[in-house]
C-alpha cells in the first residue's frame, strides 16, 4: 500500500505512548497503609484478572487509535476498488488549436497528433466522470462541458474539430479554463494541456501565464502534453499593401508584399504571385531565403476594372498554407478628383500655394490625365460656391480663413466620405479656421492651431524632420527612399499647434513639433499640415518624397473602410449608408458559410458588425442577396507563423515554477498518468475509524467506572 | 434515653476529640453529655434467685412473666427476685496493627479507646465494674474489673498504653475470656474484626455459652467502609500483608459488596448469638454513636430480650 507521506510512518512509535503511560502510572502509585487488605485481598482475588483485561482491551484500543491517526497522516492509498468505488477523477482537456497546430510536414499534421494525445487521455478516463473538452485559440471553444464522459460523444466532437486561424491566447485561456476547472465536483481533479508549445507563446510566457498555471495546479494536477512535430518549416507573406500608384482604371500600381522564412533551413525558389480577382496577373521569384529572412517583394499590376477589387498575394504550399496567402482589397476609381482651394492665387508659372501640389499630383497635367489624378485649382474666394461633391479630395493650401457657409460645406463632405488635405502657410489666419473648423462638435481640425514660428535657434539650414518613425499608411511608403535622401528635407517656418486627442501625428520635427496631423471625421478623414505647400516655409517640395506622400496622402483620404484589411480575430465593423438599421445583411465567411445578420446603429447610420473574424480570406457583406457583396479582407496575425516549438525538456524548464508535469511527445500518457494517480486515499476512513474507536474507547472507560465504581 | 443535642455532637466530633485528648475527660463529657445516671440505664445486671411469684399487674416488665406458669394456668404472674446483682463488664480492644489505621484525624483504635473510656465511664457511673482487656495475637494487658473510680484512671493508662502490634486474633481471645470469666457479665468487644470470621464466631459462641452478654463494636474506617479512593494505589498492608496495586475506582462497586457480606456476616453471627453489633464509623461523633448504641438497648431491653 503506497504513502503520500511515507515519512510519517516513523510516528507509528508513538503507539507504545499509551504502554508507557499505562506502566508509569504504576510506577506512580500512591502508596497506602491500609488497614481492610483481607477485604481487599478478596476483591482482588476475581477482580484482578478482569481488570486485566479491561485495561488491556482499553489500551489497545488507544494503541490502534494511534496508530491510525498515524496512518491517515501517512496519507496511504490504494488501487483496489473492491467494495469501494473506485476514485472519481474529473478531467479537462484543453487542446491548443491555433493556427502552428494546422503546420502538416507530413501526412498528419500537429492537431492530428493532439487529438490522438487526447484519445490516448480520454483512455484513463472512467466513462460517466465528469469530462469538459476545450479548444484553445484567441479563447477557449468548449466542445464538451462538465458531463459525464461518453466516449462516443467525445470522438464525435474531436473528429469534427479543427484547428483556428488563430493565435493562442495563452493568458485569456488559462483564466476560463481555471472556471472550467473548478466546475468539476470531483476528490480529484486534472487538466491536460494539449499543446505543440509553440516558442512564441510557452518560451516568453508572462506573469499572468505563469500564475494562471501555478492557480490551475493549485486545483488538482496539470499535465502539459506535448505533440509530436518534425519540423518548423514555414514560409508566410505577413504584409501587404498598395505602395505606390493610384487606384484609377488603367493605371499601374505597385504592391509590396513581405515574405518571412520562419523554418530552420533555407528556401530556394521562392516565388510570389499576385492575383487581382483571383487571377495572377504577376509572379515575381524571391529567390532564396535564409532562416529567420524576411524579403520586401514588389508586384505590379494594371487594373482594368472599376469598383472593388480584390487583391492577394500567394505563396507556393508549404506545411502551413493558411499564412501563404495575404489579402486585401481596393476600390479602382475611373477617376480621382482633386480640388486644390489655392489662398494665395497667381498667374505666374509655378506661382500660388497649390502649384507645387498640383504637379505633384498630376504631372502630366491635364493633357495626360490616364495616369495621375484629376486636379482642378480654384482660389479660396470661390470655395463656398464649388460642388464638392463632385470631388473625392478637397486641398485648401495657405487659405487665410473660410466663411461660414465654405466652413459648413467642407464639414459636410467629409463627414460623407470625402478627404481634406489642409496646408497652412503665411496667409493663414489661425482664429478664423479654428473658429470655423476647430470648433465644431466635433471639431473638423486634428489640432488648435497657434502661431507660425521659424527655427527658434536662427539656423539658416532651417528644422530637420524626424524619419525615424514611418509606421502610418500615408508616410511608411516613404520607407524605401534612403534615408540620407529625406534627410536634407529642411523646415524653415511651420505653425505651432495643440494636438487633439483623436487626432495622430503621422511625421514630425526632429524636435518634436507635429508637421503632418491624422483625424477621422464621419466617414472621411482630415490631414493637416502645419508648413506651406509651396517651398516658402520648407524644401520638402524639391524632395522625392513629396509627391510619394501627396500621391499616398490622396489615396489613404479615398481608402474606404473595407479596404483596410483586418487581423483575426478583430471584429469587424462596416457602416453600410444604404441600409436601414434593423434591417437584415447577408455576412458569407471564406469558407463559404452565409448567415445573416441585423445591421446596428452606429454614429448616426446602419452598420454590420461582426464581433470577431475567425478565419483568412474575404468576408462578404450584402444588404441583400441581390446586391453588390463588399469583400472585407481578413489575413491572419503574423506571430503565429513562427512555429518554431520547445522541445518537452525546454517545456519543463519553461513552467518549473509552475508545478506542472510535461510529458514529452513520445512518453506514455497512460502510464504517467496512473502513476500520477495514487489511487484512492484512505485517510479519511481511517481518521473516520480512529474517532469512531476512540468514542468507544470512551464509552467503555466510562462504562467500566461506572459498572466498577459502585 | 435522649439523644445529645447537636450542639453536645459537635463537640464530640473524633476531630475535636483528638484535640481534647484525655480518655478520663471525653468520657464524663460523654455520659454527662448523655444525661445517663438520671434516667435508667439500659445497661443492668441479673438477677439469679428467684423468690416467689405473684400476679401480673399493669407496668410490670414482661420480661419477668412466668410463662410456664401462664401456660399451666392461663394467667399471669411475675416472678420475683431477691435483687438485681451488679454486673461486671470487660471492655476488649483490639490493638492490632490493622485498627492503626485512620483517613481522618483518628485511628480507630484512637477512636476505640474514646469509645471504651466513655462506655467504662458510664458503668462505673452506676456503680457497676468495668476491666479492661488490651490483645493483639495474645492479651497484651488486663484490668480486673472494679467499680471504683479509680478504676476509670488505671483503664486510662492501660489504654493509652495500647500500642498496635502486627497481628490479631480476636477468636481465641474470646475463648480465653469465656474460660477466665467466673460469672455472667458484659462482654464488649471493639475491634475490627479483620482476622477471620470463623473465629469470631466461635468465640461468640462460647461467651453465649456461658450466658455472657456481649457487644460488639465493629469499628471500621470511613475510607474502608466506601473505599473513595482513585487514581493508581498502592495499598501496604498494617499487618505485613503483601502489597497490592490497584485503580480502587475500579474495583469500588465489588469491594462494597465485599464489606457489605463482610459485615452482614457478622452481623448475623452476633444475632444468631443473641450478641449486640454495632457498626462503628469513625467519622461519626462518639457521643451519636453511644447514643444509638444505648437507644438500641433500651428498646432491646423493653422487648424483653435480655434477662
Not at chain 1, 42 to 60: A, H, P
Not at chain 1, 611 to 630: N, S
Amino acid at each position: 500500500m503506497p504513502f503520500l507521506n511515507p515519512w510519517l510512518l516513523l510516528a507509528t512509535t508513538a503507539v507504545g505512548v499509551p504502554v508507557l503511560i499505562h506502566l508509569l502510572n504504576r510506577h506512580r502509585a500512591v502508596t497506602i497503609e491500609w488497614g481492610a487488605m483481607v477485604l481487599l485481598r478478596k476483591v482482588m482475588k476475581f477482580r484482578s484478572r478482569q481488570i486485566r483485561l479491561e485495561d488491556l482491551l482499553l489500551l489497545l484500543l488507544r494503541c490502534l487509535i494511534i496508530l491510525l491517526v498515524v496512518l491517515a497522516a501517512a496519507r496511504p492509498t490504494t488501487q483496489w476498488s473492491g467494495i469501494i468505488r473506485k476514485p472519481d477523477v474529473g478531467v479537462v482537456i484543453a487542446v491548443d488549436a491555433s493556427l502552428s497546430m494546422a503546420h502538416r510536414p507530413g501526412l498528419e499534421s500537429r492537431f492530428d497528433h493532439a487529438l490522438d494525445r487526447t484519445r490516448e487521455i480520454l483512455k484513463s478516463v472512467e466513462p460517466g466522470s465528469p469530462i469538459t473538452l476545450v479548444m484553445l485559440g484567441a479563447r477557449p471553444r468548449i466542445l464538451v462541458r462538465s458531463t459525464g464522459y461518453d466516449p462516443g460523444r467525445c470522438e464525435e466532437a474531436l473528429s469534427g474539430s479543427k484547428p483556428l486561424a488563430e493565435s493562442l491566447n495563452l493568458e485569456r485561456c488559462l483564466g476560463e479554463l481555471a472556471e472550467l476547472f473548478a466546475e468539476i465536483k470531483t476528490p480529484e481533479r486534472e487538466l491536460y494541456l494539449v499543446t505543440d508549445g509553440q516558442a512564441t507563446t510557452w518560451g516568453r510566457l508572462s506573469d499572468k501565464a505563469r500564475q494562471g498555471l501555478s492557480d490551475l495546479r493549485g486545483s488538482g494536477r496539470v499535465f502539459l502534453v506535448a505533440v509530436e512535430n518534425s519540423g518548423s518549416q514555414n514560409l508566410a507573406v505577413t504584409h501587404l499593401e498598395l505602395a505606390a500608384g493610384v487606384l484609377r482604371v488603367g493605371a499601374l500600381v505597385r504592391y509590396q508584399a513581405e515574405i518571412c522564412n520562419f523554418g530552420p533551413e533555407p528556401q530556394e525558389g521562392v516565388e510570389a504571385s499576385l492575383l487581382v480577382d483571383d487571377q495572377v496577373v504577376e509572379k515575381r521569384f524571391v529567390g532564396r531565403l535564409g532562416p529567420g529572412e524576411s524579403a520586401s517583394v514588389p508586384l505590379y499590376a494594371v487594373l482594368h476594372r472599376e469598383g472593388i477589387t480584390r487583391i492577394s498575394v500567394r505563396l507556393g504550399d508549404d506545411p502551413l498554407p493558411d499564412d501563404n496567402v495575404a489579402y486585401t482589397v481596393a476600390q479602382v476609381r475611373r477617376t480621382v478628383r482633386v480640388l486644390c482651394v489655392d489662398g494665395e492665387p497667381s498667374d505666374r508659372p509655378h506661382g500660388g500655394a497649390t502649384a507645387y501640389v498640383a504637379a505633384a499630383l498630376a504631372p502630366g497635367g491635364l493633357e495626360h490625365p490616364d495616369l495621375t489624378m484629376e486636379v482642378e485649382t480654384i482660389p479660396w474666394l470661390s470655395l463656398a460656391a464649388a460642388r464638392l461633391r463632385d470631388y473625392d479630395v478637397v486641398l485648401l493650401a495657405n487659405v487665410p480663413g473660410l466663411v461660414d457657409e465654405a466652413a459648413a460645406a467642407l464639414g459636410g463632405f467629409v463627414e460623407q466620405g470625402g478627404g481634406l488635405i489642409l496646408f497652412l502657410g503665411q496667409n493663414s489666419k489661425p482664429e478664423n479656421l479654428n473658429r470655423r473648423l476647430g470648433q465644431g462638435e466635433p471639431p473638423l481640425l486634428p489640432a488648435e492651431l497657434i502661431s507660425s514660428f521659424a527655427d527658434p535657434g536662427g539656423a539658416q539650414d532651417g528644422m530637420r524632420m524626424d524619419w525615424t518613425s514611418l509606421d502610418y499608411p500615408v508616410v511608411r511608403p516613404l520607407r524605401s527612399l534612403p534615408l540620407d535622401l529625406l534627410s536634407e528635407s529642411r523646415v524653415y517656418r511651420l505653425f505651432k499647434v495643440r494636438p487633439l486627442p483623436e487626432s495622430r501625428t503621422l511625421l514630425k520635427l526632429s524636435g518634436g513639433e507635429p508637421l503632418l496631423l491624422e483625424k477621422s471625421y464621419g466617414r472621411g478623414k482630415v490631414l493637416l499640415f502645419t508648413s506651406s505647400a509651396d517651398r516658402s516655409w520648407h524644401n520638402l517640395v524639391v524632395n522625392p518624397a513629396y509627391p510619394i506622400m501627396l500621391h499616398h496622402a490622396v489615396m489613404y483620404l479615398l481608402q474606404q473602410l473595407y479596404e483596410q484589411p483586418l487581423t483575426i480575430p478583430q471584429p469587424l465593423v462596416l457602416p453600410l449608408p444604404s441600409v436601414q438599421p434593423g434591417s437584415e445583411v447577408l455576412v458569407t465567411d471564406p469558407d463559404g458559410v452565409t448567415s445573416s445578420i441585423t445591421a446596428t446603429q452606429r454614429n448616426g447610420q446602419a452598420s454590420v458588425e461582426l464581433a470577431e473574424t475567425l478565419r483568412p480570406g474575404y468576408y462578404l457583406i450584402q444588404a441583400d442577396k441581390h446586391a453588390p457583396a463588399i469583400p472585407v479582407a481578413v489575413n491572419l496575425a503574423p506571430g503565429e507563423s513562427d512555429v518554431k516549438t520547445l522541445d518537452a525538456e525546454a517545456l519543463g524548464a519553461a513552467v518549473t515554477s509552475c508545478g506542472i508535469q510535461v510529458l514529452a511527445a513520445d512518453q506514455n500518457i497512460t502510464a504517467a498518468v496512473a502513476q500520477s494517480r495514487a489511487g484512492r486515499e484512505l485517510w479519511f476512513l481511517l481518521l473516520l475509524t480512529a474517532v469512531g474507536l476512540l468514542a468507544v474507547e470512551s464509552l467503555v472507560a466510562r462504562w467500566y467506572t461506572r459498572h466498577n465504581g459502585g | 434515653m435522649t439523644v445529645p443535642s447537636k450542639r453536645k455532637s459537635r463537640y464530640l466530633d473524633p476531630k475535636v476529640l483528638e484535640k481534647i485528648g484525655s480518655l478520663s475527660l471525653v468520657a464524663r463529657q460523654v455520659v454527662e453529655g448523655l444525661r445517663v445516671g438520671v434516667h435508667k440505664s439500659p445497661l443492668h445486671g441479673f438477677s439469679t434467685e428467684f423468690a416467689h411469684h405473684r400476679p401480673y399487674v399493669a407496668g410490670d416488665a414482661v420480661r419477668h412473666v412466668d410463662w410456664r406458669v401462664y401456660g399451666r394456668t392461663e394467667r399471669y404472674y411475675v416472678k420475683l427476685y431477691d435483687a438485681e446483682t451488679n454486673f461486671d463488664a470487660y471492655l476488649l480492644l483490639d490493638a492490632s496493627s490493622s485498627m492503626r489505621y485512620g483517613s481522618g484525624p483518628l485511628s480507630k483504635l484512637e477512636y476505640a479507646k474514646f469509645l471504651a473510656a466513655s462506655l467504662a465511664y458510664l458503668i462505673v457511673e452506676q456503680r457497676d465494674s468495668v476491666g479492661l482487656g488490651v490483645f493483639d495475637s495474645v492479651l497484651r494487658g488486663f484490668v480486673p474489673p472494679s467499680s471504683t473510680r479509680g478504676a476509670i484512671a488505671i483503664i486510662d493508662r492501660q489504654l493509652q498504653q495500647a500500642q498496635p502490634e502486627p497481628r490479631t486474633d480476636v477468636g481465641a481471645l474470646l475463648h480465653e475470656f469465656a474460660r477466665r470469666i467466673p460469672r455472667r457479665g458484659f462482654v464488649m468487644l471493639f475491634s475490627d474484626l479483620f482476622d477471620g470470621v470463623e473465629g469470631l464466631i466461635a468465640g461468640l459462641d462460647h461467651l453465649h455459652f456461658c450466658g455472657h452478654n456481649v457487644t460488639v463494636f465493629h469499628t471500621m474506617d470511613p475510607h474502608e467502609l466506601e473505599l473513595p479512593l482513585s487514581g493508581t494505589c498502592r495499598f501496604v498492608g498494617l499487618e505485613n500483608e503483601p502489597e497490592i496495586i490497584t485503580q480502587p475506582h475500579r474495583i469500588r462497586a465489588a469491594y462494597l459488596e465485599e464489606v457489605r457480606r463482610f459485615t452482614g456476616e457478622i452481623r448475623r453471627a452476633c444475632d444468631r448469638n443473641h450478641a449486640d453489633y454495632v457498626l462503628v464509623n469513625t467519622s461519626r461523633p462518639l457521643d451519636v454513636v453511644l447514643a444509638d448504641y444505648l437507644l438500641h438497648r433500651s428498646r432491646t431491653a423493653a422487648a424483653g430480650r435480655w434477662p
